[in-house]
């Protein structure tokens, strides 16, 4: 199984990056996915999860409203649209994905203990 991420880099605050995900070696309509972030010196957090059909979305409360997340489940791709951010979204990204067949995802990163993928930075700039 491999998650390779891409799309991060440098932006000023206001700006939008565009997050993407390329999921192989799996059935990726058998699992829900989210978008983790984690800062130096911090702990790993939630962004966002998505169910496996994607009728289901949320997001960590800092975000809402500004991030978008999405799948393709044909092209076994995660995406997360990041726009206005800040100086505080600045972290390496990483996508994971846990089987699931429910209505709804959970942003709890406990549940994600199988595969994730090796992270992109993000680095958001006043």
């Known amino acids: 199984v491999q998650m390779l991420e891409s799309g991060g880099g440098l932006v000023q605050a206001g700006g939008s990056l565009r997050l993407s995900c390329i999921v192989s070696g799996l059935d990726f309509e058998d699992y829900a996915a989210g978008w983790f972030r984690q800062a130096p010196g911090k702990q790993r957090e939630a962004v966002s999860c998505i169910s496996w059909s994607g009728a289901h979305t949320d997001y960590v409360e800092s975000v809402k409203g500004r991030f978008t997340i999405s799948r393709d489940n044909v092209k076994n791709t995660l995406d997360l649209q990041m726009n206005s951010l800040k100086p505080e979204d600045t972290a390496m990204y990483y996508c994971?994905?846990?089987?699931?067949?429910?209505?709804?995802?959970?942003?709890?990163?406990?549940?994600?203990?199988?595969?994730w993928g090796q992270g992109t930075q993000v680095t958001v700039s006043l």
């Open positions: 994971a994905a846990t089987p699931s067949n429910g209505y709804e995802c959970d942003l709890d990163p406990k549940y994600y203990d199988e595969y």
